[in-house]
């Protein structure tokens, strides 16, 4: 997966253990990230209705959904969505599928794997096993 996604993931668990809305500046700050790189990325989560940004003097941005029904494969899909898209194993840009090639059941196995796996974790999930948080989740509440 590619860094942008990482980084939304990251983005969206400061938002989920701080529970409070965050300007760009202060979620690049606070989870180390890129400041201009992660406003693109929270424009293209916010276009895609995972966050809700309010400009203003009480400005920022929010998770559009409780962390715990946002699942990474909705926050893969919203950076990066060649996600669905079925890679080769020997690298071809499609596959043909079907019996022409004797790696395709596997790549479709391992394809659809992954989406599951994804599917399975919500960002509350990451916000809770990411050390980094614990600190935010006693603050918060």
Do not use: W
């Amino acid at each position: 997966m590619s860094p942008a996604t990482g980084y939304a993931i990251l983005a969206l668990a400061t938002l989920s253990a701080t529970g409070r809305p965050m300007t760009v500046r202060e979620l690049a700050d606070y989870a180390d990230l890129p400041r201009a790189y992660l406003a693109r990325i929270m424009g293209t989560l916010a276009k895609q209705g995972l966050v809700i940004a309010q400009r203003g003097a009480a400005g920022g941005v929010r998770l559009a959904d409780p962390p715990d029904t946002i699942t990474l494969l909705d926050v893969v899909r919203a950076v990066d969505p060649t996600i669905d898209q079925q890679a080769c194993l020997v690298g071809f840009t499609s596959c043909p599928g079907g019996d022409t090639c004797p790696t395709s059941r596997a790549c479709r196995a391992l394809h659809e794997l992954r989406l599951r796996e994804l599917e399975a974790v919500t960002i509350d999930d990451f916000a809770k096993a990411d050390a980094r948080f614990a600190e935010d989740r006693t603050t918060a509440n």
